[in-house]
């Protein structure tokens, strides 16, 4: 009974994202047993010996390494995640964060520009950068919706918005705290690049969530945006760099 109860276990492996091998442990003692019985044949294979007598030895072995196969009963598995819910509500969470960050750096630069704070090619850059937030932005609302039909997903979008309002809430506050009550150029330009510096962060952070689904768009498309996201960065350092030399 004990031992009918051991060969039920089995061992999964990772393949691709949801692709799981399946061996159990009844197969893996059957091909340790072929290994041990045919040891000899196995080292002639490695040694690689060229005379007729090898030659046979390889087509035996060849043989094993078949019967190994069929052995392993194997077959692809399409298995659940076993973390699946906590990957989508990590997944709503990080898309609302990244959502609620462009939305608060467009709203900075904004603002940074009302206060006169950034000027001339600071102020340029400022814009592009404002621009491609707001493109951004878009780009994740599409990878959240997405991942709204798709079946294995359902994402809630309405949590995906809750997460966006609650960290844009945040980052503004944090904006208020950092710039004080008389703020210059350079604390400007070091508050992008703070912001900035988030944003890379999180986007690394929702790159490795999106790689725990199979969907090549969405993943591509975040890969995408955390490129520009590190040029952004890139750009605040040497503005702020440049407001000082
Ligand atoms: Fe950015």
């Known amino acids: 009974m004990v031992i009918y109860n051991l060969c039920k276990i089995c061992i999964y492996f990772r393949f691709f994202h949801h692709v799981y091998i399946k061996i159990n442990l009844h197969d893996i003692s059957k091909i340790l047993n072929l290994i041990v019985i045919n040891l000899e044949l196995i080292f002639i294979y490695l040694a690689g010996n060229k005379n007729a007598q090898c030659r046979s030895h390889r087509k035996a072995i060849k043989k094993i390494i078949f019967l190994l196969l069929s052995y392993l009963n194997f077959y692809r598995y399409k298995i659940s995640v076993p973390n699946k819910k906590e990957n989508i509500e990590n997944l709503q969470k990080k898309l609302g964060e990244v959502l609620g960050l462009e939305r608060a750096a467009q709203k900075a630069v904004t603002e940074l520009i009302s206060m006169k704070l950034l000027k001339s090619d600071s102020k340029t850059d400022a814009e592009e950068i404002q621009g491609e937030a707001s493109t951004h932005e878009e780009k994740i609302q599409e990878v959240a919706s997405i991942f709204s039909d798709d079946k294995d997903v359902k994402l809630d979008i309405s949590k995906v918005e809750e997460s966006a309002k609650e960290t844009e809430e945040k980052a503004t506050k944090i904006m208020k705290t ?4 008389e703020p210059d150029t350079s604390e400007a330009l070091e508050f992008l690049c703070l912001a900035e510096g988030g944003e890379v962060a999180h986007y690394e952070v929702l790159q490795a ?18 490129k520009e996201e590190q040029k952004h960065l890139t750009q605040c350092i040497d503005m702020a760099k440049a407001a000082v030399s």
């Open 209 to 226: 969530i999106c790689g725990n689904f199979d969907n090549k768009k969405a993943l591509s498309t975040v890969k995408s945006i955390l």
């Open 178 to 181: 950092y710039l004080g009550e």
